[in-house]
């Protein structure tokens, strides 16, 4: 989620024009996954965010946040090619019907869906015979497609492709329903994504909270894409829409937060050590 050239273009212009100057204009973007692993980082246990740390300075990252965009950014980083075509398939899934039941011999061939990128990233990070350089790989797809699984669309419609292909408009701005689910809404809180995450963390539950398997996660936020109203009878997104929105977004985030949170603690904690 969160990646949109069309959003992109329009931060860019939006920044030109007041005057704002980024170096890195995605970094507006993406906040929603920035937000998800912040809250996560701050709720994990101190050993497994410990080994988390240890993990992300083998490359001189310091946070779970700064990392939370890399599966993304390495589409665009020819020294990655490979891992990113692999991995291209795990960002998301779709379902055919509005049944929302996750067929792996259907909806996900060969675990080449954000199920299987889940599944197959936590066992490579929960293995710690693996090397260093693989687990600390894994943490960032892991933190990643858990943010992604998360955002209703990633789990959507086969016939819109997530609503990368139901066009809408903010004012005279066009986007899709996908962007307005990666970044809009999020966005129309109009505060900084660390304050976001202090928000959620203050919101967040107890362990009963984070059930689930990833599956089940996909299934739920196609069940979001069926429910209620949030594909609008028109193409123009206003604000009501983003505030009638928002508290389905803010929960989505959390619970990714929560899930993560646990995911990373069975994963990265110590191991007794056997034999
Ligand atoms: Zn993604």
Same mark, same amino acid.
Request: charge should be negative; include cysteine.
């Given at each position: 989620?969160?990646?949109?050239?069309?959003?992109?273009?329009?931060?860019?212009?939006?920044?030109?024009?007041?005057?704002?100057?980024?170096?890195?204009?995605?970094?507006?973007?993406?906040?929603?996954?920035?937000?998800?692993?912040?809250?996560?980082?701050?709720?994990?246990?101190?050993?497994?965010?410990?080994?988390?740390?240890?993990?992300?300075?083998?490359?001189?990252?310091?946070?779970?946040?700064?990392?939370?965009?890399?599966?993304?950014?390495?589409?665009?980083?020819?020294?990655?090619?490979?891992?990113?075509?692999?991995?291209?398939?795990?960002?998301?899934?779709?379902?055919?019907?509005?049944?929302?039941?996750?067929?792996?011999?259907?909806?996900?061939?060969?675990?080449?869906?954000?199920?299987?990128?889940? @599944? *197959?990233?936590?066992?490579?990070? $929960?293995?710690?015979?693996?090397?260093?350089? +693989?687990? !600390?790989? /894994?943490? &960032?797809?892991?933190?990643?497609?858990?943010?992604?699984?998360?955002?209703?669309?990633?789990?959507?419609?086969?016939?819109?492709?997530?609503?990368?292909?139901?066009?809408?408009?903010?004012?005279?701005?066009?986007?899709?329903?996908?962007?307005?689910?990666?970044?809009?809404?999020?966005?129309?809180?109009?505060?900084?994504?660390?304050?976001?995450?202090?928000?959620?963390?203050?919101?967040?539950?107890?362990?009963?909270?984070?059930?689930?398997?990833?599956?089940?996660?996909?299934?739920?936020?196609?069940?979001?894409?069926?429910?209620?109203?949030?594909?609008?009878?028109?193409?123009?997104?206003?604000?009501?829409?983003?505030?009638?929105?928002?508290?389905?977004? @803010? *929960?989505?985030?959390?619970?990714? $937060?929560?899930?993560?949170?646990?995911?990373? +603690?069975? !994963?990265? /904690?110590? &191991?007794?050590?056997?034999?």
């Amino acid at each position: 989620m969160f990646r949109n050239p069309v959003f992109i273009a329009w931060v860019v212009s939006i920044a030109a024009a007041t005057g704002l100057a980024s170096t890195d204009v995605r970094a507006w973007g993406p906040d929603g996954h920035r937000i998800v692993a912040e809250v996560a980082q701050r709720r994990m246990s101190e050993p497994a965010r410990m080994e988390a740390l240890r993990l992300l300075a083998l490359d001189g990252e310091t946070s779970l946040a700064d990392v939370s965009n890399w599966a993304d950014a390495i589409r665009d980083q020819p020294s990655h090619a490979a891992l990113a075509g692999l991995t291209r398939p795990m960002h998301y899934m779709r379902f055919a019907d509005a049944s929302c039941r996750f067929e792996p011999t259907t909806t996900c061939v060969d675990g080449a869906c954000i199920v299987g990128g889940i @599944e *197959r990233y936590t066992a490579i990070l $929960a293995d710690h015979s693996r090397s260093d350089a +693989d687990r !600390a790989e /894994a943490l &960032r797809f892991v933190v990643h497609f858990i943010g992604d699984v998360h955002q209703p669309l990633h789990a959507g419609y086969r016939r819109d492709r997530g609503g990368f292909s139901h066009a809408v408009k903010i004012g005279e701005r066009e986007t899709s329903m996908h962007g307005i689910w990666d970044y809009d809404i999020v966005g129309s809180r109009g505060i900084d994504w660390r304050d976001y995450a202090t928000e959620l963390v203050a919101r967040a539950a107890g362990p009963e909270a984070v059930a689930g398997t990833p599956a089940e996660w996909a299934q739920e936020s196609c069940r979001v894409t069926r429910d209620g109203d949030i594909y609008p009878p028109t193409e123009r997104i206003d604000a009501d829409y983003m505030t009638r929105m928002r508290p389905i977004v @803010e *929960r989505r985030m959390l619970d990714a $937060a929560q899930r993560l949170t646990r995911v990373l +603690d069975a !994963a990265l /904690a110590p &191991r007794a050590r056997s034999g």
